[in-house]
T-cell receptor, first 113, second 114 residues
């Protein structure tokens, strides 16, 4: 079946530190890959996505590259801010015309001043 | 664009009771999804509507669960004879069918079954 594995949290970083959250996937077929973010008290939001191998998704200083050879989609940011504190979900969706998304378990990030 | 609205935000019920949740999607969105999220887990797909047609139901959705989207606008999710294992956050999402489809999630309904 399809699944997403991401590093367990919580992850605690100082402001301006470098962030990496690891994500690997298993899928039958060629999925689209996503990172969603959930800020405290808010709904899930799409952060970035990549739809084919070697694509790089980017948004708000976050980046992730679709690596088919390692089945990975690691999230990175060069300099985190306190406002980045949230739960981050790696996810995939197989092309089929609609968004039946398989999510990872989420990684909580806390950035301290 | 007021976003996806879900009502109620919280529901506490006793085991065996029926509950119904409502989702109002973004008005022009023709696709609507229900997901369920338990503590420490990511959301899990429950069901999907294209306009008023329910096109897929997960095996997670037992016979006690029913979802409707009668006029292709708002949707309801009913759980009959609730069980403690039904306690979870129920998330609704909507989207517009395009080549660059993007899900917009509501804030969810937190169900607690006592």
């Amino acid at each position: 079946g399809n699944s997403v594995t991401q590093m367990e949290g919580p992850v605690t970083l100082s402001e301006e530190a470098f962030l990496t959250i690891n994500c690997t996937y298993t899928a039958t077929g060629y999925p689209s890959l996503f990172w969603y973010v959930q800020y405290p008290g808010e709904g899930l939001q799409l952060l970035l996505k990549a739809t084919k191998a070697d694509d790089k998704g980017s948004n708000k200083g976050f980046e992730a590259t679709y690596r088919k050879e390692t089945t990975s989609f690691h999230l990175e940011k060069g300099s985190v801010q306190v406002s980045d504190s949230a739960v981050y979900f790696c996810a995939l969706s197989l092309s089929g015309g609609y968004q039946k998304v398989t999510f990872g378990t989420g990684t909580k990030l806390q950035v301290i001043p | 664009d007021t976003g996806v609205s879900q009502d109620p935000r919280h529901k506490i019920t006793k085991r065996g009771q029926n509950v119904t949740f409502r989702c109002d999607p973004i008005s022009e969105h023709n696709r609507l999804y229900w997901y369920r999220q338990t503590l420490g887990q990511g959301p899990e797909f429950l069901t999907y509507f294209q306009n008023e047609a329910q096109l897929e139901k997960s095996r997670l959705l037992s016979d006690r669960f029913s979802a409707e989207r009668p006029k292709g606008s708002f949707s309801t999710l009913e759980i009959q004879r609730t069980e403690q294992g039904d306690s979870a956050m129920y998330l609704c999402a909507s989207s517009l069918e395009t080549s660059n489809e993007k899900l917009f999630f509501g804030s969810g309904t937190q169900l607690s079954v006592l």
